[in-house]
């Protein structure tokens, strides 16, 4: 079993839906969750962290973490054709320490 | 501010050569790094942490003989790919924690595209 699963789509959606990620996690001692996007053959580029449980909020983007599932979700408003990209979760123990990735979920959002 | 700057973006060498990459943090010292690969449509892998001034700590599975990471200074980084084969051909990106910084969060290079012929 991977520490960290997520769908790996592809995920297409029309401009304007609301898009919904969703990663779940085995290890317990993860602390530090993360959401990052990446375009095609680039580097991944942070969009949002969480420490611990709860939800946060940054313009379009919504981060909610449950540690009690081992669930993390990333929820896109208003999506855009410039949302298409990977997004993936990743998740660490401790602030600095390794990064676990999940696969990545391609997404796309037709106009 | 925070960003690593890696070398080269793309790379193209022959069988049982060796390739150097480099990652630089350009307006902060990053302690620790992280090297990663991926292949197409899959995730990053990490292959290894280095910290600067010490020996770096490999991810099970990664050969340390045939990736080479030296981190000698607190802004460079580098990952050799000794003697390659046509299975190494992937895409290697960098990644500094912010920790040094007091932020959480990481940020990485824009990657390196190595293709062994």
């Known amino acids: 079993q991977k520490e960290v699963e997520q769908d790996p789509g592809p995920l297409s959606v029309p401009e304007g839906a609301i898009v919904s990620l969703n990663c779940t996690y085995s290890n317990s001692a993860f602390q530090y969750f993360m959401w990052y996007r990446q375009y095609s053959r680039k580097g991944p580029e942070l969009l949002m962290y969480?420490?611990?449980?709860g939800n946060k909020e940054d313009g379009r983007f919504t981060a909610q973490v449950d540690k009690s599932s081992k669930y993390i979700s990333l929820f896109i408003r208003d999506s855009q054709p410039s949302d298409s990209a990977t997004y993936l979760c990743a998740m660490s123990a401790g602030m600095g320490g390794k990064l676990i990735f999940g696969q990545g979920t391609e997404l796309s959002v037709k106009p | 501010g925070a960003v690593v700057s890696q070398h080269p973006s793309w790379v193209i060498c022959k069988s049982g050569t060796s390739v150097k990459i480099e990652c630089r943090s350009l307006?902060?010292?990053?302690?620790?790094m992280f090297w990663y690969r991926q292949f197409p449509k899959q995730s990053l892998m990490l292959m290894a942490t280095?910290?600067?001034?010490?020996?770096?700590?490999?991810e099970q599975g990664v050969e340390k003989d045939k990736f080479l990471i030296n981190h000698a200074s607190l802004t460079l980084s580098t990952l050799t790919v000794t003697s390659a084969h046509p299975e190494d051909s992937s895409f290697y990106i960098c990644?500094?924690?912010?920790?040094?910084?007091?932020?959480?969060?990481?940020?990485f290079g824009s990657g390196t595209r190595l293709t062994v012929v």
């Open positions: 990644s500094a924690s912010l920790s040094d910084r007091g932020t959480v969060g990481y940020t």
């Open positions: 280095s910290n600067e001034g010490s020996k770096a700590t490999y």
């Open positions: 307006d902060f010292q990053a302690t620790t």
């Open positions: 969480t420490y611990s449980s």
